[in-house]
DNA sequence: CTTTATTGTAATAATTTGAGACAATAGTAT
DNA sequence: ATACTATTGTCTCAAATTATTACAATAAAG
C-alpha cells in the first residue's frame, strides 16, 4: 500500500492533529493521573479502589488530563467525579515514569472487558506517567461512583488491599509515606473528619495515620496549644460517663 | 490538496510513528523536566541558570524524555550533562501543569535565536508539563556547561536571580520550600559539600538554607549527637588559632 | 446515691535546647 | 621564648518543652 513518505508541515499539522481526534481524544498523550483517595470510619484508614469489568483488575481512579484543562484540575474532576465531593483536600506528591510501569496487556485486557475497539484506544497501550495526587475525604459523606471501565469502587482498609495492578501498590505507598510526613507539619487531619468531632476521634485520626499510640493528656495540651479548634458544645452519647466537647477547625 | 480522511490503524500507527520522528525527535510529547541546581559556595546558596542564544531569555536546565527512558533517567542525564558530574543527589518534587506556564512565544524566540527551524520544531511550541527536580551539588567540582540552545550557563544567588522564563521562577521558589521542609530531616546537606569540611562550613549551609543563625555550640552538640559524622584530621587553616576538624559523613 | 468509665486540666518529673563559661590551640606579634 | 588573638571543642547551668501522673468533674447505669 503506497503511503506518503514526505510530507510538507502543512499536511503534518493536520495529520497529527487528525490522529490526536482519533487516539488521544483531546487528551495529553503519555500522560496520566492517579489518585489515593483516603478516608477514616472511626477506627481504619482506608482508600478506594476500582475493579475493572470481567477482568479482576484492581486499580486507583484515574484519568488522562485534557488539552484544555490544567493537571490540577484534571485530578479533581477525577476524585469528584468518583466521589460526588466538592472542595477536597487534594495534593499532588509524586509523577511516576518509570519504563516498566506501563502494562499494555492489562489495558487490553482492559479494553477487552468492556467491549471496547482495541484500535480505536491504541493510545490507551502507550507509555504513561502518572502524576499522583493524594486527597482527605470525609468518609460518611461519600458515595464511591465506578468510573466508566469499571465495575466496582469500594474502600479497602490500607493494610488489606488486594494487588493492584501496574505500580499502584508502589504509590499508595508513597501516598502513606508523604502523607505521613506532611500531617503533623500541615495539620490536614481535620480533612478526614466531620466538621464537628470529639478530641478522641481526632486523635484516633493522628494514632491511625502515625502509626503509633499517643498520649491522650499531651495529645489534648498539644492540639489545643495551637490554637486552632474551636469548641462547640458537649455531646451527649448516652454512655455512662462525662461527655466530651465537640470540637471544630477555626477559620 | 488531497489527503487520506480515514486510514486504517496500520496507517495510524506508522503515519504516527512518522510524525513522532518528523516532530518529538524519540521524545515523549508535552512533558519536559527542569531542574534547580543548588550549589553552595561557601558563603551564598546558588543555582544554575542558562541564558539562551540571542534573546536575553534565562531559564532553568531541562529537557525531554525520551520514549526509551525513564523520567528519573532523562533528569539524571540532563543534570549531568550540565554539570559532568555523576552520581548526583537528586529529588523529584513536584510537577508542574497550569494552562497558562507554556509560552510559545518565548520558545520561538530561542528556536529563532538558534537559527532552527520554526517548523520542524513546531512541537516545542505545544503546551508542556514540568516534571521538576532539584540537585545538591559539590559547587567546586562543578564546570558548567551551556545546552545546544544556550549561550551561556551561570550560577546565581537565589536571592539575585534573573526574571526567568515562563514559569521557572516559581518552579525556583518551590524547589526552595520544598528543600527547607526536607533539609533537617533527610540530613542532605553533606551534598553541598566536599567529603570532608569543619563543622563551621556545616553550619554555615544550615544557616544559609534555613535562613537563620543558629548557635554554635548547640548546632554542634546536636548535629554530633546525631551520630552521622565521621571525625578525620585536623585542618591547618594557616590561622592564628586552633584548628578545626574535618569530618565527613558515616558510611 | 453509689459506681463506672471517660474527660478536662493541673501538677510534677524528665528531657531537650539555649546561653555562657572556659580550657586548648595555631599561628602572630613582641 | 613569651605573651597575645581568634577560634574550636566541651562542659555547666538555666530555660523551655515534653512526658507522666494525679485528680476533680461528669453522664449514665445499677
Not at 84 to 87: A, H, P, S, T, V
Not at 162 to 167: I, N, Y
Given at each position: 500500500m503506497p503511503f506518503c513518505l514526505y510530507f510538507d508541515s502543512n499536511m503534518v499539522d493536520r495529520a497529527k492533529k487528525k490522529i490526536d481526534n482519533i487516539e488521544h481524544k483531546g487528551f495529553i498523550p503519555n500522560v496520566s493521573y492517579d489518585s489515593v483517595i483516603f478516608g477514616f470510619n472511626g477506627k481504619q484508614l482506608k482508600i478506594l479502589i476500582l475493579e475493572y469489568y470481567n477482568t479482576g483488575l484492581f486499580a486507583l481512579p484515574g484519568g488522562f488530563v485534557k488539552r484544555n484543562e490544567s493537571l490540577d484540575a484534571a485530578a479533581e474532576r477525577g476524585v469528584r467525579e468518583r466521589t460526588?465531593?466538592?472542595?477536597i483536600y487534594l495534593e499532588q506528591f509524586y509523577t511516576f515514569g518509570s519504563?516498566?510501569?506501563?502494562?499494555p496487556q492489562a489495558m487490553e485486557r482492559i479494553l477487552e472487558g468492556n467491549g471496547m475497539d482495541r484500535q480505536a484506544h491504541q493510545w490507551m497501550l502507550d507509555r504513561f506517567l502518572s502524576v499522583s495526587y493524594y486527597a482527605l475525604i470525609n468518609y460518611d459523606e461519600v458515595t464511591p461512583k465506578p468510573d466508566e471501565l469499571s465495575d466496582n469502587i469500594n474502600w479497602y482498609p490500607i493494610d488489606e488491599l488486594?494487588?493492584?495492578?501496574?505500580?499502584h501498590n508502589q504509590i499508595v505507598n508513597k501516598a502513606l509515606e508523604v502523607l505521613r510526613d506532611n500531617f503533623e507539619k500541615k495539620l490536614?487531619?481535620?480533612?478526614?473528619?466531620?466538621?464537628k468531632f470529639t478530641m478522641k476521634q481526632l486523635q484516633m485520626v493522628y494514632e491511625t495515620i502515625l502509626g503509633k499510640k499517643l498520649r491522650r493528656t499531651s495529645f489534648q495540651r498539644r492540639i489545643l496549644g495551637m490554637d486552632i479548634l474551636e469548641r462547640q458544645e458537649k455531646l451527649y452519647?448516652?454512655?455512662a460517663h462525662k461527655a466530651p466537647y465537640l470540637y471544630s477547625f477555626k477559620s
Open positions: 460526588g465531593l466538592d472542595q519504563l516498566t510501569r506501563s502494562d488486594p494487588p493492584l495492578m501496574m505500580d490536614i487531619g481535620m480533612n478526614l473528619l466531620p466538621s452519647q448516652g454512655k
